[in-house]
């Protein structure tokens, strides 16, 4: 069973800033490419990580305060759950989104 602290946040522990830079060091980003966060909180960490990149960054967040706040920083968010959303190289939808499409 979760702590209740746990599940006041939502389960929502931000990477902290020491870490992204140093996962920053060890990723190489090709030119033009979609990154994808699929817990993104803010944003913060992911657009720490893709500082110099010339990617996409892509975010999917539980939250919506959180998720409005990723979409001041990334270029596209999804406000949802990832274990609901539709992944594929040109297309991510919520499960909302989905059943629209699909009638």
Same mark, same amino acid.
């Given at each position: 069973?979760?702590?209740?602290?746990? #599940?006041?946040?939502? +389960?929502?522990?931000?990477?902290?800033? *020491?870490?992204?830079?140093? *996962?920053?060091?060890?990723?190489?980003?090709? #030119?033009? %490419?979609?990154?994808?966060?699929?817990?993104? +909180? &803010? +944003?913060?960490?992911?657009?720490?990580? &893709?500082?110099?990149?010339? %990617?996409?960054?892509?975010? *999917?967040?539980?939250?919506?305060?959180?998720?409005?706040?990723?979409?001041?920083?990334?270029?596209? #968010?999804?406000?949802?759950?990832?274990?609901?959303?539709?992944?594929?190289?040109?297309?991510?939808?919520?499960?909302?989104?989905?059943?629209?499409?699909?009638?």
């Amino acid at each position: 069973m979760a702590r209740k602290s746990s #599940v006041l946040k939502l +389960g929502y522990y931000p990477l902290a800033e *020491i870490e992204a830079e140093r *996962i920053r060091q060890f990723q190489q980003f090709s #030119v033009n %490419c979609g990154v994808l966060d699929p817990c993104a +909180g &803010t +944003g913060a960490a992911l657009m720490l990580i &893709t500082t110099a990149a010339a %990617c996409r960054r892509y975010g *999917i967040e539980l939250d919506s305060f959180r998720s409005a706040a990723a979409t001041e920083v990334l270029d596209e #968010v999804v406000q949802g759950s990832v274990f609901d959303t539709a992944l594929s190289s040109r297309v991510i939808l919520s499960a909302a989104a989905q059943s629209a499409l699909l009638g």
